[in-house]
Nanobody
Framework: QVQLVESGGGLVQAGGSLRLSCAAS????????MGWFRQAPGKEREFVAA????????YYADSVEGRFTISRDNAKNTAYLQMNILKPEDTAVYYC???????????????????WGQGTQVTVSS
């Protein structure tokens, strides 16, 4: 059974940093592209960042470009989202997702992903 488990969320002041982790079990993470999404209260889920199967290609939403970094450690079956210079508007539940198809390439839309974690709350205070 495939499981993705996020961790690392919490409460941080504006300008601070957090690193989210997404640990995969039941499947070899290195075969698949990964993505991070977020959903704020009253808003639709939105794309944050994506990384290819090999880790050589990444893509970011404009709102986080230059502040967030997506990475992966395939030996540890884990993906990461380093978030720096956090802003109150980054407050949301953050989800990692695994893309089974697409040849290991980037996915920028939620419908391209097949498995999702349960989410971790990130709250940025002003």
């Amino acid at each position: 059974q495939v499981q993705l488990v996020e961790s690392g969320g919490g409460l941080v002041q504006a300008g601070g940093s957090l690193r989210l982790s997404c640990a995969a079990s039941g499947r070899t993470l290195s075969r698949y592209a990964m993505g991070w999404f977020r959903q704020a209260p009253g808003k639709e889920r939105e794309f944050v960042a994506a990384i290819s199967r090999s880790g050589s290609n990444t893509y970011y939403a404009d709102s986080v470009e230059g502040r967030f970094t997506i990475s992966r450690d395939n030996a540890k079956n884990t993906a990461y989202l380093q978030m720096n210079i956090l802003k109150p508007e980054d407050t949301a539940v953050y989800y990692c997702a695994e893309r089974l198809y697409g040849g290991g390439g980037l996915g920028l839309h939620g419908y391209e992903y097949d498995y999702w974690g349960q989410g971790t709350q990130v709250t940025v205070s002003s």
